[in-house]
């Protein structure tokens, strides 16, 4: 299995000869981040974290999508955090595309390099390192974990993209396939966060209109995407943020594989007025 390429964003400002014009859209229905808005004066700082940074690309907001956030940390070497969660019910999954980082759990150090995946339960104590000679660069996406009765919390998982096989979906030759890094029918998760992958001319070939919330950051590759009722096009570094029901579908757009990282809230009844 040939190792994975993935996108991750370098900062900086634009010059000031630079047109106002881009693809940054806020709508009702959903979000268009593109990878040019990540400068270096977007980033925020978090308590208990050394010499790092953070892009927030997503944040619970009422209205809108209201299960995760999403961030891209930036950490340099040397820095890291004894701890980095402040939320004791909140669970968690890394994602590194660029770099390495330790990652230390009951005890137990991990390194996670490129392609690294790492699933954190709630109650989870954790650290994160870096020990390496550079930057590295990783997804944290967050989530308040939905209990309950007779469900145990998932366990700790620790994984990397490049040793697991995409699952083809039905009836597409290979075309569209997903990397998943649990068992979708164990209903102890409530979140998913797959890579899903296009081969140059795949499609997804309906509107999919569906109660899952959606982080879609793009990996590698371009495609033009629908998102409600309008087609927008997106490459590698940008980021899509999708309320619930909002309609999508996709060409791929080619000369390459087009993959995004994808979060999702699954298994789980609708809430019912106030929690």
């Known amino acids: ?24 859209v806020f709508t009702e229905a959903y979000a268009v981040i593109p990878k040019g808005t990540l400068s270096d004066i977007v980033t925020s700082y978090l308590p208990f974290w050394k010499g790092a940074r953070f892009w927030v690309l997503s944040r619970p907001l009422s209205g809108f999508a209201e299960t995760f956030s999403q961030y891209i940390a930036e950490v340099q070497p040397g820095g890291g ?4 969660e402040a939320e004791p019910d909140v669970e968690a999954v890394l994602f590194v595309v660029e770099g390495e980082v330790s990652l230390t759990v009951d005890g137990d150090e991990h390194v996670l390099t490129s392609g690294g995946y790492a699933y954190l ?20 996406i967050r989530k308040k974990y939905h209990r309950v009765e007779g469900l145990d919390a998932p366990d700790l998982m620790i994984a990397n993209e490049n040793d ?4 083809p979906m039905p009836d597409t030759d290979g075309v569209w396939a997903t990397t998943r890094f649990v068992d979708p029918e164990d209903l102890r998760h409530d979140m998913h966060v797959t890579i899903v992958t296009f081969q140059p001319g795949g499609v997804i070939p309906f509107a999919e209109t569906h109660v899952m919330e959606h982080g ?3 990996l590698e590759g371009k495609a033009v995407y629908r998102l409600n009722q309008d087609w927008v096009e997106v490459e590698a570094g940008d980021y899509m943020w999708l309320r619930a029901f909002c309609p999508q579908a996709c060409y791929a757009g080619g000369p390459g ?3 995004y990282l994808l979060y999702k809230d699954v298994n789980r009844h609708m809430v019912l007025g106030a929690r």
Do not use: C
């Open 121 to 140: 339960p709630p109650e989870t104590r954790w650290i994160l390192h870096n020990h390496g000679p550079e930057a590295a660069k990783f997804h944290w």
């Open 216 to 218: 879609l950051y793009v």
């Open 1 to 24: 299995m040939s190792k994975k390429s993935y996108y991750a964003p370098q900062g900086g400002l634009p010059p000031q000869t630079q047109l106002l014009t881009d693809r940054a």
């Open 257 to 259: 594989p087009f993959r």
């Open 81 to 84: 955090s004894d701890t980095p």
């Open 164 to 167: 697991v096989a995409p699952t």
